[in-house]
């Protein structure tokens, strides 16, 4: 059970470092972006995928 947390915490924390890093480098300045243009949204698109993928 506590080994299943940390494998999907680990996940979640990578999935919003990746959508973090999205973000920085690729980004979208005009604001037209749903998803690029806020730091905390790619984050949290990043975060569910990181959550989605330690599922399977």
Do not use: Q
């Amino acid at each position: 059970m506590r080994g299943k947390l940390l494998k999907t915490t680990l996940w979640i924390l990578g999935g919003a470092g990746v959508g973090l890093g999205y973000w920085a480098l690729v980004g979208c300045s005009s604001g037209g972006c749903v998803i690029t243009s806020d730091p905390w949204v790619s984050s949290g698109y990043g975060a569910l995928l990181g959550f989605l993928l330690s599922r399977t």
